[in-house]
Each structure stands twice: as C-alpha cells, then as structure tokens.
C-alpha cells in the first residue's frame, strides 16, 4: 500500500521562516515522525506534496532510503489546496487504496488498522473536538456511516484512507479535502471511525511545545524503566 502525506501548505500559523513539516519534536521533525509510523505500518513507498519551500523539506528527507522507504514528490507550482493536491498525485498513487495523512499531526493511531469496506471509497479517522474546533467537522453513525446530519460532531484528524475513483467529477481547480468529502457523504461513500487515543494538530507554536512537553515526558519516562526507543519499531515510542 502506498501513501500520501500532504506537505504543501504554507503554515503561516507558526510565525516562523521553517516549513512547518520541518518543526521539531525530540530530534525529528513532524513529518519524519509520520514517515517512520508509516514505515512502521508497512508502507514503502510515500508521495509527499510540496509548494511552500520545498527545497527545505525535499533537502531533509532525500530519497526516504534512511527511513526505509521510498519517497517520491509531487510538487505544485501553485498551491493546489489539499484535495487538488491529492488528485494531482493520483498518477502517483495508483489505482490501490492509499493512505493519506496530514504532516503536522501528532498522534500514536497504528495506520495498520485502517480498512475500507466494500461499499465505500473513503474512509476517515475522527477525533473528539479540540479547542480550536468546538463544532466539529462530520457526524459518526453506530453502522460507521459518516453523516453532515446529527446532535454530535467530530473532528476530522487528518488521516484517511481512500481510492482514486473517491476523486472522479472532482473539481479541475484547486479545493479543500473537507469540501469534497461533504460532496461525496451525500452519496453515502465514506465510512469513518472514532479513534480516541493521542492526537493534536500542530498547527501554532503553542501546540508545538504542547507536544514537544508530552513526547519528552515519554521518552524520560521510558528511559528510567530501561526500555530504548528503537525507529524500527516506532509504535512503541508513545
């Protein structure tokens, strides 16, 4: 299986000349931590989006080969939002399923545990509503159906799983992933799950430390039991 990490955006929230992909926590930057949970699920080969100083990222991460996968770019001269980003790298992707995952998300969700279910064409992981997100974005039914219809909202965590037929009549400029998946929920084609395990969205500095403070206090914890914090099994980190 392949997947996508979308890397384009210009992270304007984090007042800083760094790409935000390229932000560290404990030595690794965001988006290196989610390569290495991918690699870990399995994964080999990895699409990356870049517009906004992709030489940056493109220079931090090479090839993949010292992450055990393959890393292949799909580079947007203008920015394509996220669900024109995805349908531009469908000739990457293929015409399997693939994961797509934000790269400013920090959470310990096992990608391996991602299905699709025969008569969806997406499927999405939805988190409890964060404070920046009172409202929620979708509605989660008993059956895994995902509605725009109901008392209690989720939130959309980034992550997802899907096919490149989920992106046919899908608008020729660029658009929002959100709008799309709104479209594409009236035609009753996406399933969705309520994960409720570790989850932020790094999307200010405040969030960065936030996080930055939870992976340090793990890491000290599993030091003073003796356990080492090994990449190749990047599961047990958190």
Partial sequence: MKAMILAAGEGRRMCSDLPKPLHEINGLCLIEHRILALAASGVKDIIINLHHKAEQIQQRLGDGRQYGVNIVYSLEKTLLKTGGGIVNALPLLGDDIFIVVNADVWTDYDFR???LSSNALAHIVLVDNPEHNPQGDFC???????SQVCQHRLTFSGISLMTSAFFEGSPAEPFALGEWFNHQINREL???????GLWVDVGTPLRLDFVQAIASQQISLKKAVGHDILLGNYFSDF
């Fill in 113 to 115: 545990q991602l299905s």
């Fill in 140 to 146: 989660l039914y008993a059956n895994g159906r995902v």
């Fill in 190 to 196: 996406v399933t969705g799950e309520h994960y409720q």
